[in-house]
Every structure is written in C-alpha cells, then in structure tokens.
C-alpha cells in the first residue's frame, strides 16, 4: 500500500502563484508515475501534470508555459508549481501515483478568485 499525503491548496487571487506538495509513503519500491490531476463539481477529473513510465513529464495543454512538475526522489515527493493562475484552474487537486496499482491523495482545494 501507497500512501499519499497533499499540502499547499488555498485561495489565491488571478495571477498569483501556489505550489503543491505530495508526499509519498508505505510500501515504495520505486514510483515512476507520479503527478496531479484536478476535478471541479462540473468536470470529470482530468491530468494537470504528471511524469510517465520513461521519465518524461505531461502537461495538460491549459497548463504548459504556466505550471511545472518537479520530483525529489530521495523524500518520494512531488510538487506542483502553479504560476500565472486562472479563475479557471480553480478545483480539488489529486496527487495519483502508480505502483503496480493507482493510489490517489485526499485532495488539495484550490481557488483562485479575487
């Protein structure tokens, strides 16, 4: 079993910046896929960002230019730094990672608003 810890949600005014963390815990052997996804009450969950199976990473292309995925692979962590925010990246955010299965994080809100 994975475990999967969230930080960093809150409100922040358009075009302010937050970072996301996402701790990982448990049984680790070696976690390749690992990144965020988001959902709002009015849209399914979709990939914000995230790292595959060969290292790369994955941007939803509402995101590219404006946030970026980094990984300390020492503390099983990722994060998410989010800049130049939208009222429209407004939702929950979902930390996933895979290991022989999904794992998925608690959530993190979001808001962006002024």
Request: glycine content about 10%; aromatic content about 10%.
């Amino acid at each position: 079993q994975v475990q999967l810890v969230e930080s960093g949600g809150g409100l922040v005014q358009p075009g302010g910046s937050l970072r996301l963390s996402c701790a990982a815990s448990g049984s680790i052997f070696r976690i390749y896929v690992m990144g965020w996804y988001r959902q709002t009450p009015a849209r399914q969950r979709e990939l914000v960002a995230t790292f595959t199976q060969t290292g790369n990473t994955n941007y939803a292309d509402s995101v590219k230019g404006r946030f970026t995925l980094s990984r300390d692979n020492a503390k099983n962590t990722v994060y998410l730094q989010m800049n130049s925010l939208k009222p429209e990246d407004t939702a929950v955010y979902y930390c996933h990672a895979h290991q022989l299965d999904d794992y998925w994080g608690q959530g993190t809100q979001v808001t962006v608003s002024s």
